[in-house]
């Protein structure tokens, strides 16, 4: 941990401390938000947008209110209406981290990742195609609308070895019963642990939602920015280049040579606080900007509810009229400001002919949305009807011969959408069913339809859910010849056509979850080289199933268990892990009256596999079927507490690389063909509450 790094920590640290006191009370409660509201006769709200009882007289000398200091607040997701609480448990660090355990990156945090299990993606109309750094963006499904009584703020922050560090910010905060707003700010920085390996990349989310006083008018806002720079390093030169750590021939792996990149300097820059850190040779630059405006109208029924202190106004919806705005740019780069031709040619069969190495795709997309929504029982909003069509403009702008030649094209799209849901009033019983239909344009033809019923257990002893989901594709923007990055496609793909079948299982009794999903893939497009896109026309499946339990072993020991099964058929082009099964042996409970402790160990393993390789002038991971994969288990130690709103975490990662041959951490696990992952690591984080 360098100084400077220190220094910027604790000053941070102590302007939030500043701006809050520590939550006392962290979660009651929550209520549904925009369908009652609490009239004004004997509450009021302060200029923060917190409630307060009106003084009803001139005696000064009252009792203090023990829930003075307390805070109700709830939260939803955007486009839906489930009522969630925080989360304040400890054992599972990946909670607290944009990547969850069953991805694995390229080596650093912030790199290119992917899923380890079988995901493929499920989304009709237009797709750029760059997904290997999604899971670090901000998104709008994930957008959390909240209800609270107070100001509320939770900083987060990480650091790790090399400078790495992850800075997590979340506030929000009511003016008054009717309006709410919130914001996000993510920052994740990493030098790596090899040469042209680091990471810049930074997000900031502002969501508002609003209601009228009469109940009949709702507002929401979301504005979402995400600015993602990966240094490509290519990987290492040569697998075996590895076993000189090991042999302790060379002590630190920035000197290991890389294929891209190698030419930069083998000093570290000084990280996100460090000031004016080396510019990245070889680089992918993603950046997006969101801003989505929702607005709609509820004709209904009006309706009160008198109690001995107050009046609570009520209003039922029956029919609600609905306009989404949504505009998007995006923009997707890789460069390579010094190439070394050699190195290109030699091991990804480019030749190289410029100084400069470029390629662009920029978009522009503008889409209105306007919906009809039923409400058949006035005191059931999760039971409705929806009704809807959608208008899209497309704009992208490809960047050719390294920026010397720009072309563009334009797009139209009008799609029509629908969705039934019904949550009966008891809890019961969930069904929905939606779908979306490209009616005209480009990607006409292209569908989406899914059904899911979910029902509660006799006597409340779990949930079961099954489902079915159908989804009619055009392949991605990436695959085509129009793009800027070179995709070398043999010859016009079709549509994808992917059918889903899962079923989950909840059995809360026993602590266990079981979960399956088959799937039945046509048409399925991929990259099976550095540059070259194909299509699998014939058919094939995937099988996965999963499992999670807690197994009590005593007082205070549990062991958490997650095993994946997955298997494909015959010769189809993916790779997946055979087994994926991550445990956890956590020793837990609550200590003295407002210490809780989670201490243990944690390991994560897969079979050996034939891993997607790595394509950084694509973004792409792409098919191989040469080099396989085998590592050891990975191992952390990890101790977490929590007193009051305070979460300490402290852990030590990849354990697993000792090398009993004159102890050193040098066993490195691969996370693709020459792309090593980390060495022993360390984490020291806090996640820390306030209220105002």
Known sequence: MSYRSLFSFLCCLIITVVMGQTVNAQVLNPTNMGTVGRDTANFTYDSQGRPMRKNKGADSLQHRDPLEDSITISFRFFDSTRVRKLDSSLNDFTTRLPLPYYYQDIGNFGAASRSLIFKPLMKPGFDAGFHAFDIYQLKVEDTRFYQTTRPYTELGYLLGSKSEQFINVTHTQNRGPNLNFAFDIRLITSQGNFKNQGTNHSSSRFNLWRQSKNKRYTSYLIYISNSIEAAENGGLQHDS???????????????????????????????????????????????????????????????????????????????????????????YTYRDSRPEPANYLNYFNMLVTSDVIQYKDTWKDLTNEFAVISFPEKNNLNQFLKLGAGYQMLKGEFLYYNGDTTFGDNFNNVYLTGEYRNRTRNQRWDLEANGKLYATGPYSGDYSALISLKGVLKQNKGALQIGFQNVN?????????????????????????????????????????????????????????????????????????????????????NWYSEVHLQQKTGSAPVNMPLILTRNRLVFEGNFYKNLFVATGLELRYYLKYKADNYSPFTGQFFYQDQQTISNRPDMNLFLHFRIKSFKGFVRLENVNTLNTDGFSFSKYNFAAPNYATRPLWTHIGIWWSFVN
């Open 241 to 331: 280049s590895i076993d000189t750590l090991a042999k302790q021939t060379i002590s630190d792996p920035i000197l290991l040579d890389v294929r891209l990149g190698n030419s930069g300097t083998t000093r570290r820059s000084s990280g996100m606080f460090g000031g004016g850190g080396e510019r990245f040779i070889a680089y992918s630059a993603y950046s997006n900007k969101t801003i989505l405006y929702r607005h709609m109208y509820d004709l209904g029924q009006k309706d009160s509810l008198v109690t001995d202190s107050s009046i609570v106004r009520l209003f039922y919806p029956r029919i609600r009229l609905q306009h989404t705005l949504t505009y998007n740019t995006s923009a």
């Open 473 to 557: 594709r055009s392949p991605s923007f990436v695959y085509e010849n129009r793009s800027a990055f070179p995709s070398l496609a043999a010859s016009g793909f079709g549509k994808e056509n992917i059918t889903r079948l899962f079923a989950n299982i909840d059995i809360a009794a026993l602590q266990l979850k079981l979960y399956g999903n088959y799937y039945l893939v046509t048409n399925y497009t991929y990259f099976d080289s550095f540059l070259t896109a194909k299509q699998q026309s014939a058919l094939f499946n995937v099988l996965h199933i999963g499992a999670e339990k807690r197994f009590k072993l005593s007082r205070f020991w």
